[in-house]
């Protein structure tokens, strides 16, 4: 499961051209955060290579992105023109402009590599391959997340058997993820999470202008199960952007970004500079054909320490980052997010007309209508302190992994000192004697003592069924390093 990679909601964002590197990724793995290798512009071989020295730096797992190779038609004599007007700007830092070449990225060699040595999570942008393939990938052990710009795409990758959506808001640095080049469908961050989210259930990874704690509280309430920062870690010292981009973000000179196709022939958010004012309008939709011919003039650029004509790129937010070890930042990215009360957590009221959509919740002090009401709805929880009916406890877990614990008998003597304990102790036991690997519960008035045990066990706790645990709880919970992402209030006027 995609949560399982997560010991923080925070996943450094994949960013191609020399910023992701195996320093940043393995910093930010090791820091709590998922860190994430570009294998975009880069051969298998490189990315294999990317991958043994991101291993050799942390054990923690880490994403790869790969670009899906698109087949666009392009207009020859738009690519023309526009070569015949930026052949000077190339003169000016002793470059020449490439020529217009389409290639796919090494995409089958990089799928042959990423099968061979199983990464834990592998993303892709610009499109969404066939279900083979992303079934291929699955078999491996990997999980697979596909970016989206719309409820279409985000549709689509559903269909095709994606485990996670990684939804881009037009706020995002860097290239636009859209399936198509010409798409121009974007849609602010928020309004794009809530919208996918009331028609699909796969997690999701929140991408666009997120800089900060409070940002990352704001994306996991809306829905999303992690936020995905590019630009806030550009300024890092682990980051390979060049010293001249990173100066950039934090230069008075620039004040604004833009979506261009000035540099590579897709749409893309970068700082606005004189390349993008002076060619930006008449660049053609045509990629990766004007990416390779711009790329020595940016190269050139960036050894001359020149910014006006590099490809800047950049998230809206960029004027709020940090330029902090990526460990240290991730570290107060999680402080930031702490701040918020609810942060991370879905808090939401259970009606008893629908049926549970958690897998467990673990209720305090039950009355017996309750309990069958539950019951009869197929809501999965552990009953604790039930004193009226000792010896009905029901431990039941919901999807794939059906799990149905009926009729513990609790020794009355145990109530009061410890139940709860004795409890997942016989749990924990029968599932184990049935096979199973990962329980996960919900919890109510239990110690902490207890969270921490249930978590040390496997479990994840996803639930906390009362108003003023919720309050309490998730600043505790922190505090202890319990990961609770999704809370649940239940109401109890039924
Ligand atoms: C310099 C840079 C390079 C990027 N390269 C990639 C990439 O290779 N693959 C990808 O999926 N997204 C790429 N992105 C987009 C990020 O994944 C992410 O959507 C974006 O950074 C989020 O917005 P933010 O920069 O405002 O945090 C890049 C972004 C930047 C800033």
Same mark, same amino acid.
């Given at each position: 499961m995609f949560k399982d990679l997560l010991r923080y909601p925070i996943i450094q964002a994949p960013m191609a051209g020399g910023a992701s590197t195996p320093k940043l990724a393995a910093a930010v793995s090791n820091a709590g955060g998922l860190g994430f290798l570009a294998a975009g512009y880069k051969t298998a071989a490189e990315m294999k290579e990317e991958i043994n020295q991101t291993r050799r730096l942390t054990e923690y797992p880490f994403g790869v992105n790969v670009f899906v190779p698109g087949n666009e038609v392009i207009d020859e004599s738009a690519v023309a023109a526009y070569r015949a007007k930026i052949e000077n700007a190339a003169k000016s830092v002793g470059a020449t402009i490439g020529n217009g070449v389409v290639d796919d990225d090494d995409w089958v060699n990089k799928l042959t590599v990423l099968k061979e040595v199983k990464v834990d999570l592998v993303s892709f942008t610009f499109g969404c391959p066939e279900s083979s393939v992303l079934r291929e990938l699955q078999s491996t052990g990997a999980l697979i997340a596909v970016t989206v710009t719309n409820l279409e795409e985000a549709k689509k990758a559903a269909g095709a058997g994606a485990d996670v959506l990684c939804v881009q808001g037009i706020e995002a640095g860097g290239h636009r993820a859209s399936f198509e080049n010409r798409s121009e469908d974007d849609h602010g961050l928020l309004e794009l999470i809530r919208m996918i989210k009331n028609e699909l259930e796969l997690p999701i990874i929140a991408a666009g202008g997120l800089m900060h704690g409070k940002d990352i509280a704001a994306v996991l309430a809306a829905g999303a199960m992690a936020a995905q920062l590019g630009t806030a870690f550009l300024r890092c010292p682990e980051s390979g952007a060049s010293p001249v981009h990173k100066a950039a973000l934090n230069d008075s000179r620039f004040v604004q970004t833009t979506v261009t196709? !000035?540099?590579?022939g897709r749409r893309a958010r970068g700082l606005v500079n004189e390349f993008i004012t002076e060619n930006g309008h008449a660049a053609p939709a045509a990629y990766p054909h004007v990416h390779h011919m711009t790329k020595q003039m940016r190269k050139a650029a960036g050894e001359k320490g &020149?910014?006006? /004509?590099? !490809? /800047?790129w950049a998230g809206q937010g960029h004027k709020l980052s940090r330029e902090k070890p990526a460990s240290e930042l991730v570290e107060l990215l999680m402080e930031e997010l702490k701040g918020e009360r609810f942060a991370g957590m879905e808090i939401r009221e259970l009606s008893m007309n629908e049926s549970a959509p958690m897998h467990l919740l673990l209720l305090a002090d039950p009355s017996r209508d309750m309990v069958e009401d539950y019951l009869a709805k197929g809501i999965c929880f552990i009953a604790e302190r039930a004193k009226q009916f000792l010896g009905v406890y029901v431990l039941l877990q919901k999807g794939t992994d059906t799990m149905e614990i009926k009729n513990? !008998?609790?020794?009355? &003597?145990?109530h009061g000192k410890g139940i709860g304990r004795h409890l997942m102790e016989h749990a924990i036991g029968q599932a184990r004697e049935q096979g199973y690997k990962k329980l996960e519960i919900g919890t109510g008035n239990s110690s902490i003592g207890q969270l921490a045990l249930y978590q040390k066990c496997g479990f994840r706790i996803v639930g906390v069924d009362r108003d003023f645990f919720t309050k309490h709880y998730s600043e505790v919970f922190y505090e202890n390093g319990i990961q609770c992402r999704d809370m649940i209030r239940l109401s109890r006027s039924i």
């Open positions: 196709r !000035a540099f590579s &020149n910014p006006e /004509l590099m !490809a /800047l513990i !008998a609790v020794d009355e &003597n145990h």
